[in-house]
Structure formats: C-alpha cells, structure tokens
C-alpha cells in the first residue's frame, strides 16, 4: 500500500510540472515581453540616476504616444495575420491635409485651401479613411495580398504628400488639433490622454464586442470562420480602415506635436508601429495578443529608447540594439506558434 502510493506521488508530480510547463510554453508570447520591459527598467534606473524620476516617466509616456496611437488600428490588422506597410505614409499625408486645408502664415509658400478647423479636420479624416477602404477593397474584392497593397499605398500615400507640399513646410493646423497634440491639462500632456483613450477603446472593442470576437475568429482560422457564415472580407476591409483612421489621427496629433507638417515626417514610425505590436507579444499568425501586449511593447521601446539616451550611448549602436531586441521578439513569436502547433497536434 506504501509503495503504490509512493509511486503515485511522483506520477501526480510529473502531471502538475507537465501542465505548468504546458501554461508557461503557451503563455511565453506574453511573459517574454513583461520580462523584457522589468529587465530594461531594472538596467536603466540602476545605470542614470536621472532616468528614474516622474519627469522622465512623463517624458516616456509623451514619445510613444503617437506610436501608441498608430499602432492601435495595427493591433487589428496583424491579429487578422495581415499587414499594413502604408500606416506611417498615411499619418504623414493626413497631417499634411489637415495643415493644408489651415490658413498658413504668409511666409510659408504653400497654394493651399484654406477652411474653418472642423472642415480640415473631417476632411482629413475622410482622406485617411478613403486611402484605407482602398487598402480594404485590393485586398477583399481584388485579392491582393495585403503586404504588396499596402506597399502600393505607402507610395501613393507619400506622392500625396509631396504633391501637396511640393517640398515646403507646413506649421499651422486647426486650434483643437494644436491643442491635443501639444496642449497640456493639470500637467498632463494631452496627446497622451488621447493615446490612453484609444487604447483603452481598441481594448474594450476587442474583449467585450462581437466584432472584436470575430476579428480573432478571423485571424485563428480563417477557413473556420467562413465555414461558421462569417462575412470574413467585411472583417478584413474592416481593419485595415480603422488602422488607416488611427494612423491618421495619429499623424494629425504628431504634425501639432512636433510643430510641424512636411514630408516623410513619418518615415520611422511604421518600424515603430509594427515592433511595438510585435515586440509586446501579438502573434504574426493572427489570432493571439492584442491591445494589453502593444501596451507593453510600447513600453519597451520607449524605455529602450529613453534610458539608451540617458546613458549616452552611440546613436548608431541604438539602432542596432533595437534592431536586436525586434529579431529577438520575432525568434520568440514564431518559436510560440510552433509551441502552438505542436499543441494541437
């Protein structure tokens, strides 16, 4: 009797580590980053003194928020295991747009059209929809893969642009675009409120509605999906206007913030947009992560990039840092789905 209850223990033992080390497998795409983000901040605020202040976590929160904003809409396309190479050139051209339909000061040699603020922004806004339910129909109705459509629209996005701006800049934009992208209350910036904002919007979309069910459904198995009578070309034009809306309103809030509109402007933010989504732990193969990861990947790259500053080190070997740290996020991204398939096999 002893010994067949000795022997059970190290079997129920072998059971309780096999299913822990199961959840901790499947839960890798989620720990890795959270791990990642405590290390980064541990190595900084132990290497600058400066680093670990409110200012500095202030000043954080300010330099991702326009990333935070793009990669919002980003979030949804890569959960439906798509891509959207056009958001950085959208943001710019709907900057561009909003600062062109503003009265410009008479130095700034720019033949533009000017209208009241509520009519450069909606106009904007349209253009920036408009150019993502042309993403939305290459890839549904045309079929199209989305890589190769949206890299047609990153260039006609950035024609757009140029062909607006024909090289000059551009500073003013309408008053409540001035103020969220560079206006402040009670100390707080408000761009960052406006970040927060939507994140927490493309969170509670994606947890609690149906459409943000089916966007899962969508990106986890698409042939399941339309076997279950879901209208999966909806979904997918779906997507990829919000990502062009939330990169516009992005880009709108950058031109404010930075002061102001000129071409390629944007240029660094698709890397940005995409290894924060990435970098926090959303699957490339749809259907896993989500809005909390791209939090965290924000988080990430702004300390990354913030505390690199602190400690003064060789711009050039901050890119190749972050160059490191993308490659590693993507290693544990494909490793996590092959963990997956292995699973379900």
Not at 91 to 107: D, L, M
Not at 174 to 187: A, E, R
Not at 235 to 257: D, F, N, R, T, Y
Not at 298 to 317: A, E, K, T, W
């Amino acid at each position: 009797m002893a010994s067949s209850e000795g022997a059970t223990v190290p079997a129920a033992d072998r059971k309780r580590s096999q299913r822990i080390g199961a959840m901790l497998r499947s839960q890798m795409r989620n720990i890795a980053p959270f791990l990642t983000l405590i290390f980064l901040t541990g190595f900084f605020v132990a290497t600058s003194p400066s680093f670990a202040t409110i200012d500095n976590v202030a000043n954080i929160l300010t330099q991702v928020s326009v990333t935070g904003i793009i990669a919002v809409g980003l979030t949804f396309v890569i959960l439906c295991a798509e891509i959207d190479l056009s958001i950085a050139s959208v943001a710019n051209v709907t900057g561009i747009a909003v600062a062109y339909f503003t009265q410009q000061e008479s130095y700034v040699n720019i033949a533009n059209f000017p209208m009241a603020g509520w009519a450069a922004i909606l106009l904007a806004l349209v253009l920036c929809a408009l150019l993502g339910l042309v993403n939305a129909l290459g890839l549904t109705l045309i079929g199209i893969p989305s890589f190769i459509m949206t890299l047609a629209m990153m260039q006609i996005a950035s024609g757009i642009s140029a062909l607006l701006v024909r090289g000059q800049i551009a500073y003013k934009v309408p008053n409540l675009v001035t103020t969220l992208g560079s206006s402040s209350i009670g100390g707080v910036p408000w761009i960052v409120i406006v970040a927060a904002v939507m994140l927490l919007g493309g969170h509670l979309v994606l947890t609690y509605t149906r459409f943000g069910r089916y966007v899962y459904m969508v990106g986890g198995n698409r042939e399941a999906a339309e076997y279950s009578g879901l209208n999966v070309n909806l979904i997918l034009g779906s997507v990829m206007v919000i990502a062009a809306v939330c990169s516009g309103i992005g880009g709108m809030l950058g031109v404010a913030h930075f002061g102001s509109a000129q071409q390629n402007e944007f240029d660094t933010y698709l890397l940005d947009s995409i290894a924060a989504v990435v970098v926090g732990g959303t699957s490339l193969f749809g259907g896993r992560g989500g809005i909390g990861n791209t939090i965290v990947g924000l988080f990430v790259l702004g300390v990354l990039n913030n505390g690199l500053d602190h400690i003064n080190i060789d711009s050039f070997l901050k890119i190749l840092i972050r160059g490191l740290i993308l490659l590693a996020a993507l290693v544990i991204n494909v490793y996590a789905q092959r963990l997956r398939a292995r699973t379900v096999e």
